[in-house]
T-cell receptor, first 111, second 113 residues
Framework: QQPVQSPQAVILREGEDAVINCSSS?????VHWYRQKHGEAPVFLMI?????EQKGHDKISASFNEKKQQSSLYLTASQLSYSGTYFC????????????FGKGTKLSVIP | EAQVTQNPRYLITVTGKKLTVTCSQN?????MSWYRQDPGLGLRQIYY???????DKGDVPEGYKVSRKEKRNFPLILESPSPNQTSLYFC????????????FGSGTRLTVV
C-alpha cells in the first residue's frame, strides 16, 4: 500500500517555508525522499532510518517518527530551484525488499 | 561517471508486438528495480532484483517480465504490450534494499497504440 503524502500541491514564494508529510499504514524501517523536476528522473535527497533521526541537506531537512509511522520534509527559505515533485518512499523491512512511493507533492516556487 | 542507462528513451509500438527496455548500471549495485510512473499515481514498482538470478514481483507485475543474468543488466520485457502499459518507465539501482538511496535511469516513455 502506497504511503500517503500531503499536501498534493503547494505554491510558495521565494523565501517561504514548506512542510511535506508522508504517512504509512505499515511499520517503517526507513523513509526515502526524492525530488523530480519536470521531464527528469527522480533524484535522491536523503534517507531516514528507524530511530527518529532528523537529517539535513542544505536548507532541506526531514524527520522520521517511527511510532506514528510518519515522516516530514522541511524546506526552509525556498529557492526557485526547489520546484518539482517530491516523493517519499517507504521501506518496511521485515523480509520485504520493496520501496513503495507515495503519489507525490508538487511544489512550485515563484519569484 | 556512475549511472543507470536505459534504452530507448522513447518508444512507440503497436499492441501485441514484443519489446524489451534495457537497463544497465556501472556501480556494481546488487539491487535493481523497475517502476512505472503515471499521472496522479506516483511511482509504482513492477519488479525488483536482489541479485543475479533473484527477482521478485512488485505491486504491478502483470504483463511484464524481467531477467537478471548479469549483475549490471536488468531488462524489462513486455511480451504482448497493451495500451494500458503506455507509461513512463524508470529503472533504478542501489547497493541494497533499505538503507541506501536509489539511482534512477533517465526514463523510457512508452506509447502502445
Amino acid at each position: 500500500q502506497q504511503p500517503v503524502q500531503s499536501p498534493q500541491a503547494v505554491i510558495l514564494r521565494e523565501g517561504e517555508d514548506a512542510v511535506i508529510n508522508c504517512s504509512s499504514s505499515k511499520a517503517l524501517y526507513s523513509v526515502h525522499w526524492y525530488r523530480q523536476k519536470h521531464g527528469e528522473a527522480p533524484v535522491f535527497l536523503m534517507i531516514l532510518l528507524k530511530g527518529g533521526e532528523q537529517k539535513g541537506h542544505d536548507k532541506i531537512s526531514a524527520s522520521f517518527n517511527e511510532k506514528k509511522q510518519q515522516s516530514s520534509l522541511y524546506l526552509t527559505a525556498s529557492q526557485l530551484s526547489y520546484s518539482g515533485t517530491y516523493f517519499c518512499g517507504a521501506y518496511s523491512g521485515a523480509g520485504s525488499y520493496q520501496l513503495t512511493f507515495g503519489k507525490g507533492t508538487k511544489l512550485s516556487v515563484i519569484p | 561517471e556512475a549511472q543507470v542507462t536505459q534504452n530507448p528513451r522513447y518508444l512507440i509500438t503497436v499492441t501485441g508486438k514484443k519489446l524489451t527496455v534495457t537497463c544497465s548500471q556501472n556501480m556494481n549495485h546488487e539491487y535493481m528495480s523497475w517502476y512505472r510512473q503515471d499521472p496522479g499515481l506516483g511511482l509504482r514498482q513492477i519488479y525488483y532484483s536482489m541479485n543475479v538470478e533473484v527477482t521478485d514481483k512488485g505491486d504491478v507485475p502483470e504483463g511484464y517480465k524481467v531477467s537478471r543474468k548479469e549483475k549490471r543488466n536488468f531488462p524489462l520485457i513486455l511480451e504482448s504490450p497493451s495500451p494500458n502499459q503506455t507509461s513512463l518507465y524508470f529503472c533504478a539501482s542501489s547497493p541494497g534494499p533499505g538503507p541506501y538511496g536509489y539511482t534512477f535511469g533517465s526514463g523510457t516513455r512508452l506509447t502502445v497504440v
